[in-house]
């Protein structure tokens, strides 16, 4: 599956902005947001299963809302009340089997697309 991510951009802390996955295909596909700060390691921030079920990284749980449209085969992240903590090149990545105790796991999708990058500003 193809995974390409877009809404990134630059926003004042305390700001939102609302990234989109389109996927060549997203029915039957456990799908997540990663993120990746220069230097680092990417990590973590969610995941919705392919049942509806959504799992989120604590340093943004209350805050981000991960969300899909398999009719569009879409995949959003709804991220409010920004902090410069935040910045990072934002990952959409999708797999048919993931099992829910590696679901925080970069290597556990096998597809991954294109990062955004969003910048969030003091």
């Known amino acids: 599956v193809q995974l390409q991510a877009s809404g990134g951009g630059l926003v004042q802390a305390g700001g939102s902005l609302r990234l989109s996955c389109a996927a060549s295909?997203?029915?039957?596909?456990?799908m997540a947001w990663f993120r990746q700060a220069p230097g680092k390691e990417p990590v973590f921030v969610a995941a919705i299963r392919t049942g509806g079920s959504t799992h989120y990284a604590d340093s943004v749980k209350g805050r981000f809302a991960i969300s899909r449209d398999n009719a569009k085969n879409m995949l959003y992240l709804q991220m409010n009340s920004l902090k410069p903590e935040d910045t990072a090149v934002y990952y959409c990545?999708?797999?048919?089997?993931?099992?829910?105790?590696?679901?925080?796991?970069?290597?556990?999708?096998?597809?991954r697309g294109q990062g955004t990058l969003v910048t969030v500003s003091s």
């Open positions: 295909s997203s029915f039957g596909y456990h």
């Open positions: 990545a999708a797999s048919r089997s993931v099992i829910l105790s590696a679901i925080r796991t970069w290597d556990s999708y096998y597809y």
